[in-house]
């Protein structure tokens, strides 16, 4: 992709989006993904770790069909690429994985994803905010860093439909309070956040 290319897909996130701080917050990841998924419906979430999310969200929807993909094998998985998987999706989540992999590679991936979601299906992503200090270096192995205009933009790139951008900030009731409300102005001001991640929901068509 050229870069002109890319700064236009960028754009079209930003004229929704202005500023980070126009980014809704989400306080719980749980209700958050379980808000878009039906019962019955399948899930594939992509560098599961320890699948102890997919436990959660079998809990909470009995129906749902749970795999997990992670190219480590500590875990029991059934996929350990994306290259394996010949079957299709109507949800695919993958936290805190994108920015472990190069541009070219998260593209590519993007767009695997794309490939094995059914119509309709949904995609919930999420990296870390560059926009606090410090929060993307807390990883030796980060590769690539978003804004989170970049990253819905990379999504429009690749077919899908952004349905949302927020923030996650799962903090203490105080240290939430003080930060969301009391410092928010000293936030604007000093141009950084505090939240801990962004979350992308799209859609494919």
């Known amino acids: 992709m050229d870069w002109s290319e890319q700064v236009l897909w960028r754009e079209r996130i930003h004229g929704r989006y202005p500023e980070i701080w126009d980014l809704k917050i989400v306080r719980k990841r749980l209700p958050f993904i379980l808000k878009y998924l039906r019962e019955g419906e399948s899930i ?32 029991p998985h059934d996929y350990h690429s994306l290259e394996e998987i010949r079957e299709t999706f ?20 993007v767009a695997r994803i ?17 926009y606090t200090p410090g929060q993307y270096w807390k990883d030796v192995s980060h ?3 978003y804004h989170y205009d970049e990253l819905g933009g990379l999504l429009l790139s690749r077919g899908f439909e952004v349905v949302e ?21 000293l936030f ?4 950084i956040d505090f ?3 962004i979350f992308v929901v799209a859609k494919k068509a």
């Not at 794309?114 to 560059?130: D, E, K």
């Not at 799962?170 to 928010?184: E, G």
């Open 44 to 75: 594939l979430e992509i560098g599961a770790f320890d699948r102890v999310l997919g436990e959660r969200i079998k809990s909470e929807s009995p129906s749902v069909r749970y795999k997990s993909m992670d190219i480590d094998s500590t875990y």
């Open 114 to 130: 794309f490939q094995i979601l059914n119509g309709g299906g949904r995609v919930i992503l999420s990296t870390p905010n560059v």
């Open 90 to 109: 109507d949800m695919i989540l993958l936290f805190e994985v994108i920015e472990h992999l190069g541009l070219e590679q998260g593209r590519a991936m």
């Open 165 to 185: 951008i927020c923030r996650y900030f799962h903090d203490a009731f105080l240290p939430f309070f003080l930060k969301v409300y009391l410092l928010r102005p």
């Open 195 to 197: 939240s801990k991640s």
């Open 188 to 191: 604007r001001l000093l141009g």
């Open 143 to 145: 590769l690539t860093p």
